[in-house]
């Protein structure tokens, strides 16, 4: 499985000129949660192409659930749902120096998403309205989404 501040991130990487063994280091850590964060939720398969096309948000509630706990494993969203904008920035921070360019982009889409109305009073709801926001901000700003071509 391929990599997701964590979504926000896999939006710009494909386009980015991000240090490939930064972009390995961040898909190891990332498989690695989805890993667990799937043996604690149990999604099914179409949502794990979901998360791994990051073509769109999955339908169930165990796929946005999926979304909830990887954030929550990389300290970017709070028990309740509402994003940490430090914990994000963080994870956005590892591709700074590779393409401070990116990193900036990143971080204002990013910022834009935190002061939206993504909160939901479901954890997962709300961080997948999050994801949406990310993915519809990468779009208009011309991030490609599409990780395959990694």
Do not use: Q
């Amino acid at each position: 499985m391929k990599a997701f501040v964590v979504l926000t991130f896999c939006l710009a990487v494909a386009n980015a000129k991000v240090d490939p063994k930064v972009i390995e280091e961040i898909i190891e850590e990332f498989t690695e949660t989805v890993a667990k964060c799937s043996d604690e939720i149990n999604p099914n398969a179409d949502d794990i192409a979901a998360l791994t096309e990051m073509k769109h948000i999955p339908d169930s509630h165990e796929g946005k659930c999926m979304i909830y706990c990887i954030y929550r494993s990389f300290d970017a969203v709070e028990e309740d749902g509402h994003v940490k904008f430090e914990g994000g920035m963080a994870f956005l921070s590892k591709i700074k120096e590779s393409d401070p360019d990116m990193f900036d982009k990143m971080s204002a889409i990013y910022k834009k998403c935190t002061e939206t109305d993504y909160f939901d009073k479901d954890p997962c709801i709300s961080s997948a309205n999050f994801v949406s926001c990310n993915i519809k901000a990468g779009k208009e700003a011309n991030i490609s989404s599409d990780i395959s071509s990694w």
